[in-house]
Nanobody, 123 residues
Framework: QVQLVESGGGLVQAGGSLRLSCAAS????????MGWFRQAPGKEREFVAA???????YYADSVKGRFTISRDNAKNTVYLQMNSLKPEDTAVYYC?????????????????WGQGTQVIVSS
């Protein structure tokens, strides 16, 4: 069983940056595909970014060029660097691990989820 804990959320002004971390325990993440999703109030959870076990990345169009997903297998941690933040990026951000190992956009492909971390971007 994999346990995921997100951190790094907070309040930031538009144009600012945050780095989210997702620390895993229970099993090494080496063979897992990892994803970040977000859910804003009153909206459905949406895909943000993903990274495969081999390091291939995929991004939602809304964050492409602004967000960067990375992984440090030695630390069993995945990161989401968020730059040029916009008020519409405000949401709870969730980390997820998928046993297929692929960088998939579908939440159904992920087996383990963290509890989420709140990001608020003020205008």
């Amino acid at each position: 069983q994999v346990q995921l804990v997100e951190s790094g959320g907070g309040l930031v002004q538009a144009g600012g940056s945050l780095r989210l971390s997702c620390a895993a325990s229970g099993r090494p993440l080496t063979t897992y595909g990892m994803g970040w999703f977000r859910q804003a109030p009153g909206k459905e959870r949406e895909f943000v970014a993903a990274i495969s076990w081999s390091g291939h990345t995929y991004y939602a169009d809304s964050v492409k060029g602004r967000f960067t997903i990375s992984r440090d297998n030695a630390k069993n941690t995945v990161y989401l660097q968020m730059n040029s933040l916009k008020p519409e990026d405000t949401a709870v951000y969730y980390c997820a691990a998928g046993g297929t190992g692929w960088a998939t956009t579908s939440a159904y492909e992920y087996d383990h989820w963290g509890q989420g971390t709140q990001v608020i971007v003020s205008s």
